[in-house]
């Protein structure tokens, strides 16, 4: 399923910028704002983007975008067609605006289509392209139905939950989670457990004994590597936690799965 990326870039606007497609925009287009603010009209509704938002255009929908005099603007984008994107977004339930906010990971994907996109056409590797493109998109999907309108979870609370994702295998502390969302311990703890129902310590055991899984079952690592390596510091304390949750040690586990 082919798939064709015509631009991907970042600008950076400072004395004002308009564009219009009023007889449609041709190819999908991705754009997310990382600084200031903008205001583009999407079938005929104007609406302000600020920091975080990404919008994501329609070939054929009528799009215009403004950047006021005085207003800085900083934004990611991209252009695309083929129809790996047309399966995938009529199959997703993003909406044509969404809230996602400036996540690293998510940038340092982008550039690097970027950097691929700016080799010789001699030297690009479109089928690298194409799944980075494809990562991208389902990167979006999900930072999309994180912060959904109806607000499954709060955005601060959506913010832990990604940083918990990402360092769950490291020995993190709850100062380490209150202080990536500027907020103080005691209210971090209160605001996850009253949304997600469990807590954060409780969340990060469910991602580490995944992860300890997968490693019981694909690698020969001994179980004491595995404590180590997936975030429980000791095989004691693994072997309490797995056994809590599964009802079986660790390694009963590892044979059963083997047989």
Known sequence: MKTNIFFCGYSYHTNGYHSQHKSGYPVYLFRLQTEGLSEVVVKGRKV????????IIEPGDHYELLVKEG??????HLGCEGSWINAWWRSSDIDNISQIGVDDKLLTLWRQIMMEKRRPSSSQNEELT??????????????????????IYPYSVSQMMRYIEEHATTAFKLEDVARHIGLSVSRSVHLFKSHVGKTIIEYAHEIRLSAAIEQMKYT?????????????????YFHRVFHKKYGVSPGVYRRLDME
Do not use: H
């Open 220 to 236: 020969t690592l001994t179980l004491e590597q595995i404590a180590d390596d997936c975030g429980f510091g000791s095989y004691p």
């Open 71 to 76: 207003q800085n603007c900083g934004d990611y």
């Open 48 to 55: 302000e983007i600020k920091k975080g938002d990404l919008l």
């Open 130 to 151: 194409g799944y980075l493109l494809r990562a991208l998109c389902l990167y979006l999907e999900r930072a999309a139905n994180e912060t959904v309108p109806s607000f």
